[in-house]
Every structure is written in structure tokens, then in C-alpha cells.
């Protein structure tokens, strides 16, 4: 695809460090659930620094919607994301395949990681076919849970956190292993959704394949 330069039609905190963008949806961009695209800010010195974020908004949608974690403490593009406001532009250089929805399953996701299951799991619920879906969240604290309310309306008990940091009633406390996943999975032979970062993933790769999840059921990401 042309490059598209999109304008920001809204700035939302999704939470204390994960800004959420409405844009505006020009007709050349075209993607489907679970895709992401090349993003720089349309500023000087900024243009050429294209990144990867997934669409969070719905394809046919009339807006676009990304869910963008802030790193502040680091001169980097999400850093520059955050002092944009409405009105300002992004560059949409390309659109490249991330996760793809097989069937359903158990979506397992750190922090940031969960952004391709938001678009995946609305597309899911707008189409009434949600149900038998799971999604384990992972994080560190429980103001890091990305959508929390929207994930509890849509997903019910089939939505489940774990902390990392803190020890709260409404999580699970500890990281994602082999006992935490065989108390919570429920088949082996359900499809995997995997995303987050690189050593998050591996773990909860390796558990799986611990209980005996065969690879090939098991789609990932790293974020
Ligand atoms: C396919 C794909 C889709 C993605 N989709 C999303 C998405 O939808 N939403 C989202 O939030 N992220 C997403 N990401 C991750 C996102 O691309 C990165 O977080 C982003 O590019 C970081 O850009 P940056 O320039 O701000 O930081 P970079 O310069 O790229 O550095 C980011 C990394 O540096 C570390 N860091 C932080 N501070 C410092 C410091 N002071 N010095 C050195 N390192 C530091 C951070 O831990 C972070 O891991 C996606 C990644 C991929 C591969």
C-alpha cells in the first residue's frame, strides 16, 4: 500500500501508561483482525522512525484505533506519541500479517501483548461467535490491565488476570507455569494465542508444551 498520513481524531489513557488513539480512516487502508502496521509520527526528525503497532479498531469500522504503551524514560517514538495531540498526523507506511485467528481457544497475553486479541476478541463478540474463547492476562499490577471492563462484559469467568507484582482478590498472583495453566486451560487440544514479550512467552510456550499442547496449535507472537 501508498503511505497514508492519518489524523488523530482522540488521546485516551487506556491506562496509567497505555494511550489509546482514535484516527481517522482513510480508504486505502485496509487490514483484518490481529494485523499491525509501520507507524512514524508525521514531525520532522520523526518521519523516517517507523514502528510496529496492531490495530486495535475493527476493520470496518469507521475510525482507526490504536492502544499504545508509553515507554517515557527512553527519547523513542512511543515517547513522542505521547506529547501528540488531536489534530497532529501519523504515517501508516505498511501493514504486515501478526496473529491470525485459527478457531477457538485460550488467548494468552502480557502486558502490551493483549492488543492484538482486543481487535480479534471484538471482532469475535460482534459477530456472536466469542463464546468457548478464553483469554489469561498477564501483568504486573492491576493498573496495568489494558480493558479490563470491556474484556470482564465481553469474555465473563472466560477472562482471567494473573499479577506478577501484587496480590489482589479478583487475580490470580505469580507468572504463568505449567500448574497455573493446567488448572486453567480447558482442553490440550484447544488453539494457543501467545503474545507478549520474548522470555514471557517462552515460558508459557514451554508450559504448554509441558501439559502436552502440541506446537502446532500453539500461534505466537512476541511484542
Ligand atoms: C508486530 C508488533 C506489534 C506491536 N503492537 C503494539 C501495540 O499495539 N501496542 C504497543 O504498545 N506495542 C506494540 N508493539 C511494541 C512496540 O512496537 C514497541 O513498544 C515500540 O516500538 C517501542 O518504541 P520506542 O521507540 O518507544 O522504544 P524503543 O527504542 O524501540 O525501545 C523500546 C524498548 O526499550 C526499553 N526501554 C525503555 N526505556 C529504555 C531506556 N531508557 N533505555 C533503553 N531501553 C529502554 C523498553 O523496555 C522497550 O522494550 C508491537 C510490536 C510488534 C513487533
Redesign the pocket.
Known sequence: MKEAIVSIKKIEKATHN?LRFTLDKPDEVDFITGQ?AEIAVDKDGWRD?A????F?SLPFEDHLE??????P??E????ELSKLDVGDSLIIKSIFG?INYEGKGTFIAGG?GV??FISILRNLDEKGELSGNRLIFANSKEKDIINREEFESMLGDDFLNILSQEDVESCAHGRIDTDYLKENITSKDDWFYVCGPEAMMDAVIDALENLGVKKDRIIK???
Open positions: 497505555v499491525a522512525e514502528h510496529p503497532f496492531t486495535t490504536f492502544t499504545i504503551k508509553i515507554y524514560d527512553h523513542g517514538v512511543t515517547n501478526a502490551a492488543t492484538p507472537e512476541d511484542l
